[in-house]
């Protein structure tokens, strides 16, 4: 069950046309979440990316599309049912001219399976939506089944990165991590979580939790 909302404003015409012509240019097949396993994201591209990275809850996808620019040899998958955030990712990929990125406008948990084990180098879920009450706990995305799920799909020395602005939502996140034997934390002091990677772009809703006064963290593990 998705728990998030799918629409939200009504998109103005220019979205539209943005979100129409980036879904023909960079959307997966419907059907791609029915492919037999073993699947390689790298088939998505032309140019035989050298790494490949997926996002999952892009929001409006300031930093996939951030990431993507800068890296243009590999590829990039981001999931987001959001349809106004994957208008707005479509904007940033066609004013950009950034070619290297696949949107899969849906439960990313729909598409997971179908992919070959190792697929990815890694994999960011940065600022998830928190669901602080305990009763809603179920809905939080990080849970042990897709840690399960990523631990197959990240590849031996790949990179999870975490990040929240939320203390139920930090703490939640960092007692699934250290139940695991297949993710290492790489942290070795406090600045590790306190400093954003290099280049961090910034997202929306790390915009929001700094106009608001709350405190960001990045957690970044390693897959053993
Ligand atoms: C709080 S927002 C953060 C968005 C963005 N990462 C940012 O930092 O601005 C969380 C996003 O995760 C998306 N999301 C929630 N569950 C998801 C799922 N199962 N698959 C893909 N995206 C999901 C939501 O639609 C929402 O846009």
Same mark, same amino acid.
């Given at each position: 069950m998705f728990y998030g909302r799918r629409h939200g404003r009504r998109l103005r015409p220019r979205q539209a046309e943005y979100l129409a012509r980036g879904m023909a240019a960079f959307g997966l097949p419907e059907d791609t979440s029915l492919t037999a396993d073993g699947l390689d994201p790298r088939g998505f591209f032309d140019h035989a990316p050298d790494q490949m990275f997926l996002e999952i809850g892009f929001g409006g996808g300031e930093h996939l599309a951030a990431r993507a620019e800068e890296n243009p040899n590999a590829g990039y998958l981001g999931a987001e049912p959001f349809m106004n955030g994957v208008a707005s990712l479509c904007r940033h990929l066609i004013e950009r001219k950034i070619t290297n990125t696949r949107i899969w406008p849906e439960d990313v948990r729909l598409l997971l399976p179908g992919f070959q084990k190792a697929s990815f180098d890694g994999v960011f879920?940065?600022?998830?939506?928190?669901?602080?009450?305990?009763?809603? @706990?179920?809905? %939080?995305?990080?849970?042990?089944?897709?840690?399960?799920?990523? =631990? !197959?799909?990240? *590849?031996?020395?790949?990179?999870?990165?975490?990040?929240?602005?939320?203390?139920?939502?930090?703490?939640?996140?960092?007692? @699934?991590?250290? %139940?695991?034997?297949?993710?290492?934390?790489?942290?070795?002091? =406090? !600045?590790?979580? *306190?400093?954003?990677?290099?280049?961090?772009?910034?997202?929306?809703?790390?915009?929001?939790?700094?106009?608001?006064?709350?405190?960001?963290?990045?957690?970044?593990?390693?897959?053993?």
């Open positions: 879920v940065l600022f998830p939506d928190p669901w602080p009450k305990t009763r809603h @706990q179920d809905r %939080r995305i990080i849970q042990p089944l897709m840690l399960d799920e990523l =631990a !197959r799909l990240i *590849r031996p020395g790949g990179e999870l990165l975490l990040a929240s602005d939320e203390p139920k939502a930090k703490t939640w996140m960092m007692e @699934q991590m250290m %139940r695991r034997d297949d993710f290492t934390w790489t942290a070795g002091r =406090a !600045r590790d979580w *306190r400093t954003p990677p290099a280049g961090w772009p910034g997202t929306r809703y790390m915009a929001k939790a700094d106009r608001e006064g709350r405190v960001s963290n990045w957690f970044l593990f390693k897959r053993i």
